[in-house]
Nanobody
Framework: QVQLVESGGGLVQAGGSLTLSCAAS????????MGWYRQAPGKQRELVAG???????NYADSVKGRFTISRDNAKNTVYLQMNSLKPEDTAVYYC??????????WGQGTQVTVSS
């Protein structure tokens, strides 16, 4: 079992930046796929950014060029650097880790609110 705990969410003005962190309770080296999803009110959960393998990444078109995912295996942590935030980025952001993106373990979520 792996517990994933997100942090770093909050309220920010449009154009601002936030960095989300996802700390795992044990080594994430064996978790081939790790990523960030988000869910806005009334919408389905969607992939924001993820490692599809150890080095390959995948980003939603809506965040390309603004968000960057990174991982530090030594610290068992995955990060999501979010720049140039927009009101439409407002959502609960979830960390995910498993063999394939969207499967395996989930964090409890952290709220990101972007004001216009």
């Amino acid at each position: 079992q792996v517990q994933l705990v997100e942090s770093g969410g909050g309220l920010v003005q449009a154009g601002g930046s936030l960095t989300l962190s996802c700390a795992a309770s044990r080594s994430i080296f064996s978790l081939n796929a790790m990523g960030w999803y988000r869910q806005a009110p009334g919408k389905q959960r969607e992939l924001v950014a993820g490692f599809t393998s150890f080095r390959s990444t995948n980003y939603a078109d809506s965040v390309k060029g603004r968000f960057t995912i990174s991982r530090d295996n030594a610290k068992n942590t995955v990060y999501l650097q979010m720049n140039s935030l927009k009101p439409e980025d407002t959502a609960v952001y979830y960390c995910n880790g498993g063999r394939v993106l969207g499967t395996g373990y989930w964090g409890q979520g952290t709220q990101v609110t972007v004001s216009s």
